[in-house]
């Protein structure tokens, strides 16, 4: 786990970040040491402020990050739940916080409805995991710094779901943010995507017109698709009519907090080509640009909710939109296919 803990983080030169990081550290000591967080480290710790860097936040944060990198090896939430008891969870509620850390919407809802997200229950969650997987001090003091970056970049865009702002670091971009793309990218006019060894395309045609792209990259594909914004036509706006229209066809949908925000994670009734009933697992991205949205539909081995695949998530934030707002009418962005290669 150490090769994976010690990647680079970013550098914090601020007295009070040391000095925050310095304070979870203690605390996440003494619960390793006596079982319990004193009054003074709870006061201390400052767990219900939101609008600042606190050592309270500091370790919810890097607990979150413990678990990603735990998820990333393989292992379920019930999986990453400590053998040794946690004094203020159940086993089933320990799983229940860990798949909210994990993205799970609705979990999320569930246990800050039953106050399950606390000081003493993340504080013993991190101390526990950290003792069973024989980190280092050096390990944890990366984490630590790590979960209190987390925490500016949440600050700086205002939003905990998606704590990367698009058009700064990472896309999807417009065509105005984009600067100088390598070469390793295709034209579709409307779109501008990465082109990885081995990418096929597939177009989604109406008539004479290219409404959208399938990019497939061994057993996963990603369906890409640009739309123009008008008012309540919104990420937000539209992800919440999918969500209805698909429980209306007997979907069964979940909110999910992801690498690029709020997606979708569906499971759909869908008809084969032999006539018989199977189920379909999707994955819905989407993201809001400057008068634009776009839309990535997953399908295929990345679609399942435990897929480690990331590609789809790269491939939909290195995306570049090409706006053409010369049709007004028409809400699709359409595409162009790209010449044969020479």
Request: net charge negative; hydrophobic share 40%.
């Amino acid at each position: 786990m150490g090769a994976i803990v010690t990647s680079e983080v970013g550098n914090v030169s601020e007295n009070g970040s040391v000095e925050m990081r310095g304070r979870a550290k203690e605390i996440i000591e003494q619960f390793r040491r006596d079982g319990t967080i004193s009054p003074a480290s709870a006061v201390s710790a400052e767990f219900d402020v939101w609008d600042q860097v606190t050592p309270g936040w500091i370790t919810f944060a890097t607990l979150k990050a413990l678990v990603k990198i735990r998820w990333e090896k393989g292992e379920s939430a019930a999986e990453q739940v400590p053998m040794k008891p946690i004094p203020s969870l159940s086993r089933g509620d320990a799983t229940l916080v860990l798949r909210a850390f994990l993205g799970d919407i609705s979990t999320m809802r569930e246990v800050r409805d039953r106050g399950l997200i606390t000081l003493a229950s993340v504080v013993g969650l991190l101390s526990t995991m950290v003792e069973e997987d024989d980190l280092s001090e050096q390990q944890v003091d990366v984490l630590l710094e790590f979960g209190e970056e987390t925490c500016r970049e949440i600050l700086r865009t205002g939003n905990p779901l998606r704590p990367t702002l698009r058009g700064v670091e990472v896309g999807p971009w417009d065509a105005s943010e984009a600067g100088v793309l390598g070469p390793d990218r295709i034209d579709l006019g409307g779109l501008i995507i990465p082109s990885p060894v081995g990418l096929e395309i597939q177009p989604m045609r109406d008539g004479d017109d290219i409404l959208a792209v399938t990019a497939v990259l061994g057993s996963t594909a990603i369906q890409l698709q640009a739309f123009r914004a008008r008012d309540g036509s919104s990420w937000e706006t539209i992800r919440h009519q999918m969500k209805d229209r698909m429980q209306a066809q007997g979907g069964v949908v979940k909110e999910w907090a992801g690498n690029v925000g709020v997606e979708l994670r569906a499971k759909m009734p869908v008809t084969t080509q032999s006539g018989r009933r199977a189920i379909q697992d999707l994955k819905i991205l989407g993201c809001d640009g400057p008068r634009w949205m776009l839309r990535g539909i997953v399908t295929g081995l990345g679609d399942d909710a435990d897929s480690r695949d990331e590609w789809p998530y790269e491939m939909f934030m290195n995306t570049v939109v090409v706006p053409d707002f010369s049709n007004a009418e028409d809400s699709g962005i359409c595409l162009q296919w790209p010449p044969p290669a020479k």
